[in-house]
């Protein structure tokens, strides 16, 4: 043979390598099609199964805006000045976040859900606790590079996701409310003085 015979004969194994006999596959299948049955049968069970006994999972949100004090003088000065105004700005802003997570904040609300839920289950009531509360059920955080703040509240029953996200709506107007009457209250007592 010469070259042209040796290369086709190379083409020719490739090419019968690279064709799929569909033939062997289907009589494959054909043979195993009890355990194909079976198996499929069995995922669908278990499929069934679990999505009947899994809870089902509420959420709500709802967002809000952080007041930035001293937001525009930051913005005027300029140079290393700016920097560290941001910088505090930031800092102010996270800690408001903190304040708004804490159970200073959310303590009524805890004790709201806490009681609500020994309404239909005393076993989970008991020990429910605030940590655990809220790492489960709560989402608290800030949209990236702004001071709006997200809140998301998850739980399995479905009629307590809008008064809980109201009962911590109120919660934060509350501590708002008491922030800005305490600045108040201390304006008043310096012009006094």
Known sequence: ??????????????????????????????????FIFQFTLLTVLLGGIYAIKTKRIWEGEFQIVI??????????????????NLKRSQDK????????????I?????????NEKS????????????????K???NIGLEKGTSILT?????NEKNLILPVLNKISESYQKYS???????IELSKRFFKN
């Open 1 to 34: 043979m010469n070259n042209d015979g040796q290369s086709s004969y190379k083409d020719l194994i490739i090419e019968s390598d690279n064709n799929i006999d569909l033939k062997e596959i289907f009589c494959a299948l054909a043979r195993n099609k009890k």
């Open 67 to 84: 007041d930035q004090e001293n937001e525009k003088t930051s913005l005027i000065s300029g140079g290393l000045s700016s920097l560290a």
């Open 93 to 104: 802003l996270q800690t408001q976040v903190g304040i708004l997570k804490s159970p200073l």
């Open 106 to 114: 959310l303590s009524e609300v805890f004790e709201f859900v806490k």
């Open 119 to 134: 309404l239909s289950s005393k076993k989970q009531s008991k020990s429910l606790l605030f940590r655990k509360w809220k």
């Open 136 to 138: 489960s059920s709560l």
């Open 151 to 155: 809140l998301k509240y998850r739980d």
């Open 177 to 183: 409310g008491r922030k800005k009457s305490r600045e």
